[in-house]
């Protein structure tokens, strides 16, 4: 996500797969599972033609990270299905609650926008 933001922040030209699987220096079959992931989620559109292009859903400055992250971490129905047979732990539940709040607490309503434009807003320095 953020390289598709990125070209579209900068220059506004959408990605093809083969453009990002050279850019990523990811196998074309991997970067296509992970463009249909985003598209599931509604992130991404491709367009009709000979080379589809990929093309973001939403203005980056309108996408918080938090709520990227939400979006990419929804299971599908097999993963909920495998989910619900398993047996939860509340502590560990309990724990994973509140390393989300703590992510939302540091990303403080950063949006993928913020991100490509400035991606060292959050100095790791600066975290406790």
Excluded at 49 to 58: A, F, K, M, R, S
Excluded at 91 to 103: E, K, N, P, S, T
Aim: aromatic share 4%; proline share 5%; glycine share 4%.
């Amino acid at each position: 996500m953020y390289w598709i933001a990125h070209r579209f922040v900068h220059d506004g030209k959408p990605w093809t797969l083969p453009e990002l699987s050279s850019r990523l220096s990811i196998p074309d079959e991997r970067v296509a599972e992970l463009l249909t992931l985003l598209q599931e989620r509604g992130l991404l559109l491709e367009s009709s033609g000979d080379q589809p292009e990929y093309l973001l859903t939403h203005d980056p400055a309108n996408l918080t990270i938090d709520s990227l992250m939400q979006l990419l971490r929804m299971s599908d129905e097999e993963q909920s299905l495998m989910e619900q047979r398993t047996c939860s732990v509340e502590a560990v539940d309990d724990l994973m609650q509140r390393v989300d709040l703590g992510i939302r607490e540091q990303l403080q309503g950063m949006t993928l926008r913020d991100l490509v434009l400035d991606p060292l807003r959050f100095d790791s320095s600066e975290v406790a």
